[in-house]
């Protein structure tokens, strides 16, 4: 494993860079392929509508891979994620509109552990509801 | 109506070898927008470590979710799979899933809580490979929301 930001370069409360993550209806119908996650309230209106959801909604687990890039991409090394964790709190609702909806993701260092670990806090954002709690990563730095 | 109690702990067969293909991994990276040299290219993996591609953090559910299907479906525990919805999902890794894993899960019910109606079950996923080795950890938080009053 080999992440590319030092342990000693960072501090509780340093900033990694934020992100945006677009999610359309063509989004999610690959994403269901990929996954094999076929549940029909991540592609059917009617059938979200009928269990009594808004609209379509995001895939739990695509809004967790997209959130986690926050973290792969400043630490180098995805390898480097020892522990990953979210609660699903609000869906992310994805329109029929050609646009979609847009997951925002920011992350701060939360705690600096023993043997170079750091602590991760992520906040995931869409249509100003947070749509992750307890979003926690652990990564080992250089 | 709650949940038997006496679930709880009960570990289920490990499933049949999941075999990770390179090619499996680049499909979910693409579908996730993920673009890491890691996810697709032997050589940039090989140079973080690796000895072959790396699947992105999230991979790995798939395979877990799948085995997780004997505890949902087990007619014994009557889970109401068509009110379930994903709690909490967490991970702890080994190390990173990769290219050429073949990967078995053993799946065991750690909780059963029934909360305002809405019944809770925990289930924690072993991932080991071929060999034996402990490659991950998966926490599966699925509630069944309460049936509305008819």
Redesign the interface.
Known sequence: MTASIAYGAVEVGTELPARSFPVTRATLVQYAGASGDFNPIHWNEKFAREVGLPDVIAHGMFTMAEAIRVVTDWAGDPGAVVEYGVRFTKPVVVPNDGTGALIEVSGKVGAKLDDNLVRIDLTAMSEGKKVLGMSRAVVRLA | MALDQSFVGRTYPPTPAYEVGREKIR??A?????D?P??VDPEAAK????PDV?A???FV??IT??AAGQVIQDPQLGLDYSRV?????????V??VRAGDRLTVTSTIEGIKTMAGNDIVDIRGEVHDESGEHVVTA?TKLVARAAEEA
């Open positions: 499909e979910f693409e579908a996730v927008g993920d890491n890691a996810y140079a973080l470590g690796h790396i992105p953090p999230t559910f798939s979710f799948r919805v994903h709690g909490d999902q967490k991970f702890a890794y190390r990173p926490w």
